[in-house]
């Protein structure tokens, strides 16, 4: 079976690296919960690193409805809508050790790709995503970059 690859806007886009000049996206996790019914969060490029061509690393706050059923169902699918297209990313989850640290308490998984589609209208152009503004931006990215950091060099 072929692996599916981060596509190379994706990988530069989530590489971990000019997070302030990113700070305005941000991105669908959809999950399922124990009842069978979906769930979205927004998450952000502090949050999910495209670790290699095939893998994401992510960091979560612990005791979400999101990081729960993350680590019960160990699927999740990323929405992720960027230069005019849509990429839905099925994703296969494992959890790692959770992070205690004086910046940011978080919970640590690694994102294989089951599946990827890219959309695009035929009929329309798709001019952006989510897009946020922080209320406070240097101490968020700050936590970001932390974040980061942790899952570039020590993700398990």
């Known amino acids: 079976m072929m692996k599916t690859a981060i596509p190379e806007a994706l990988m530069t886009l989530l590489s971990g690296e000019n997070l302030k000049d990113k700070q305005r996206e ?37 005791n979400t409805m999101t990081t729960i059923n993350l680590m019960r ?12 297209l849509v990429y839905y990313i099925k994703l296969q ?11 940011h308490t978080g919970e640590r998984f690694s994102a294989h790709i089951h599946a990827l589609k890219i959309d695009k209208a035929k009929y329309a152009k798709i001019e952006t ?15 970001w970059q932390a974040q980061v950091e942790i899952l570039k060099h020590n993700p398990y």
């Open 93 to 103: 989850i494992k959890h790692h050790s959770a992070v205690l640290s004086d910046i």
């Open 73 to 84: 169902s160990k699927k999740a699918q990323l929405v992720i809508i960027y230069e005019g």
């Open 26 to 62: 941000a991105f669908l996790l959809q999950t399922v919960n124990e009842d069978g019914w979906p769930h979205s969060a927004m998450i952000s490029v502090g949050e999910v690193l495209a670790a290699d061509p095939y893998t994401f690393h992510l960091m979560l706050w612990p």
């Open 129 to 143: 995503g989510i897009q946020v503004k922080l209320h406070n931006p240097d101490s968020v990215i700050d936590r």
